[in-house]
C-alpha cells in the first residue's frame, strides 16, 4: 500500500533524501515541513497517512509535535539523537517507530508499515474500550432502572426487566433510555 507521508526536519538536504527514497520505495510525499510549527499546519491542511519527525527543529520540537498528533496520526521519529531520555519522551508522545540518522534504506519501508499497523491496532483497541465502557455504562443504568421498578411495584426481577423490554419495543428506543426514563420518574 502506497502511504502518504508528510516529512519534517530542519534541513533541507535531509527531507530531500528521505523525499526521494520514500518516492524510490512507492510512498507519496505530501508535504515538507522546516520547523515544527510549519509540520503542525501542514498535518492539518494534508492529513497524511505517516508522519517523519526529527526531534531537534525549530518552534516546537519534534517530541512536541508527536504529542500533539500522535493520537490521529502514526509518527515516526526519524534522527539523529538516540540517547534514552529521548527514545522515553517518543514513546511517551505516542510515537510508534524511532529511527536514528544515519539511517539505513531498508530500514524506512518496514518502520512505515510497522507504525501504520500498530497505530491501526492501537486505534481499534480505544474503540473496542470506549465501546465496552458504554456498554457498562448503560448495563448500570438499566440495573438501576430495574432495580427501582422492582421496589415501587413490587416486581420481580425478570417482570421488571420484561416491563422495560416491552416499553423499549414499544416505544422503538433502548433498554438505557428507557431505564433513564424509569429512573427519572420514580427516583423523585
Known amino acids: 500500500m502506497s502511504f502518504r507521508v508528510l516529512i519534517a526536519d530542519d534541513e533541507a538536504l535531509n527531507r530531500q533524501d528521505l523525499k526521494e527514497l520514500l518516492v524510490e520505495l512507492g510512498y507519496s510525499v505530501t508535504a515538507e515541513a522546516r520547523d515544527g510549527r510549519q509540520a503542525l499546519a ?3 491542511a494534508h492529513k497524511p497517512d505517516v508522519v ?4 531537534m527543529m525549530p518552534y516546537i520540537n519534534g517530541i512536541e509535535v508527536a504529542k500533539q498528533i500522535s493520537h490521529e496520526y502514526p509518527v515516526i521519529m526519524l534522527t539523529a539523537h538516540s540517547s534514552p531520555d529521548f527514545i522515553h519522551d517518543a514513546r511517551d508522545a505516542g510515537v510508534m517507530a524511532y529511527l536514528t540518522k544515519p539511517y539505513r534504506e531498508k530500514d524506512i519501508g518496514p518502520a512505515i ?3 501504520v499497523t500498530h497505530f491501526m491496532r492501537e486505534a481499534h483497541l480505544s474503540e ?3 465501546t465496552l465502557a458504554q456498554q457498562l455504562e ?3 443504568i438499566i440495573e438501576r432502572g430495574k432495580s427501582l ?3 415501587h411495584q413490587q416486581l420481580s426481577e425478570m417482570d421488571a426487566y420484561r416491563q422495560m423490554q416491552k416499553l423499549s419495543m414499544e416505544k422503538n428506543i433502548s433498554m438505557k ?4 426514563m424509569v429512573i427519572a ?3 423523585k
Do not use: F, S, T
Request: proline residues 0%.
Open 42 to 44: 501542514l498535518v492539518e
Open 52 to 55: 517523519i519527525l526529527d526531534i
Open 113 to 115: 508499515e510497522l507504525a
Open 128 to 130: 473496542r474500550v470506549n
Open 138 to 140: 448503560a448495563r448500570k
Open 149 to 151: 421498578l422492582m421496589q
Open 177 to 180: 433510555q428507557v431505564a433513564e
Open 185 to 187: 420518574l420514580l427516583n
